[in-house]
Nanobody
Framework: QVQLVESGGGLVQAGGSLRLSCAAS????????MDWYRQAPGKQRELVAGITSSGSTNYADSVKDRFTISRDNAKNTMYLQMNSLKPEDTAVYYC??????????????WGQGTQVTVSS
């Protein structure tokens, strides 16, 4: 089993910054893809950003010029640097990881989420 724990959420004023972290632990052989999702009240969950083991990234258009995703493969940790935050960024942010366990079985794990609230 692979566990993911998010941290770094909180309350910030519009225009401010936060950095989210996602730490993976367990019987991990490799993590191929890590993603950040978010879900606002009453809305569908949406993909915010993703990063592969080789460092390729993709972003939702709404965050492309403001957020930066990165990962430290040695630590099995992913980060989301969020700058120029807007009230519409308010949501619960979830970490997702896909890869192989040390038993060479595929996994697709989710964290519990961390709340990000941006005040106007």
């Amino acid at each position: 089993q692979v566990q993911l724990v998010e941290s770094g959420g909180g309350l910030v004023q519009a225009g401010g910054s936060l950095r989210l972290s996602c730490a993976a632990s367990g019987s991990i052989f490799s993590i191929n893809v890590m993603d950040w999702y978010r879900q606002a009240p009453g809305k569908q969950r949406e993909l915010v950003a993703g990063i592969t083991s080789s460092g390729s990234t993709n972003y939702a258009d709404s965050v492309k010029d403001r957020f930066t995703i990165s990962r430290d493969n040695a630590k099995n940790t992913m980060y989301l640097q969020m700058n120029s935050l807007k009230p519409e960024d308010t949501a619960v942010y979830y970490c997702n990881a896909e890869g192989l366990t040390q038993l060479l079985r595929t996994f697709d794990s989710w964290g519990q989420g961390t709340q990000v609230t941006v005040s106007s």
